[in-house]
């Protein structure tokens, strides 16, 4: 009995906590994504989060000049890595440039703390799923000294662990000002569409990017 009701409690101080939905722009290699969250009181200070995160994640060019001692230079997609066969001449990948846009899914845990009635902190742990969108331009060339240009649109699926924090300005009645850093944590699920080889190429490890955005308070509470 005692259990039954301790548990009311708990699911009713959930229902009556504090909910804010939010928007913010995050940057990363000239590109701008953004996000939509939503976030709810708990226990105090904690929070159960979540959010769907959309929008580019960076431009790039791998060059193979770049990589001299390396005895065969490939992208980390299989399509790409083939070799082109134009007028019977076989052609070399010997450059790609990539341009990245993602969809996610984002849960996590965060903590927030109030300094004064204006500022704070914010901290977040997500974890997150998300498909990668991918426009690839590889350059090959052959030993006729010709090069040839091949596109390609590929997607891959990603994980990644993310650590986040804010600086938090509550600007004016039910909306708070929010700034700070994220750090997602890239792992690639299957290496058969996606096996990055080095770190220039996006969604391999660490990527951390720039964070603004607004929160806005739901109901009364």
Not at 66 to 88: G, K, L, Q
Not at 95 to 102: A, E, F, L
Not at 150 to 159: G, R, Y
């Amino acid at each position: 009995m005692r259990l039954i009701f301790l548990s009311f409690l708990i699911i009713s101080s959930i229902g009556l906590s504090q909910q804010r939905i939010g928007f913010d722009l995050n940057y990363r290699q000239t590109s701008l994504n953004a996000s939509i969250s939503y976030h709810k009181v708990f226990a105090q200070n904690w929070l159960i989060s979540g959010a769907v995160n959309f929008g580019g994640k960076g431009k790039y060019s791998v060059d193979y000049r770049d990589f001299s001692n390396t005895s065969v230079f490939t992208s980390p997609w299989d399509e790409v890595n083939r070799p082109v066969v134009d007028n019977n001449a076989e052609y070399e990948l010997r450059r790609y440039d990539v341009s990245n846009r993602i969809i996610a899914a984002k849960i996590g845990l965060g903590y927030f703390h109030s300094f004064d009635i204006k500022h704070g902190i914010r901290g977040h742990i997500y974890g997150q799923y998300g498909q990668t969108f991918n426009e690839i331009r590889g350059y090959y060339s052959g030993s006729n000294e010709g090069v040839v240009i091949n596109k390609k649109s590929t997607i891959h699926s990603v994980v990644a662990l993310s650590a986040e924090l804010y600086h938090t300005i509550h600007l004016w009645k039910k909306f708070t000002l929010y700034y700070g850093l994220k750090t997602p944590y890239y792992f690639t699920i299957d290496k058969s569409q996606f096996d990055p080889k080095r770190s220039v190429d996006n969604f391999n490890g660490l990527e951390p990017e720039l964070t603004l955005g607004v929160t806005y308070l739901i109901g009364d509470c």
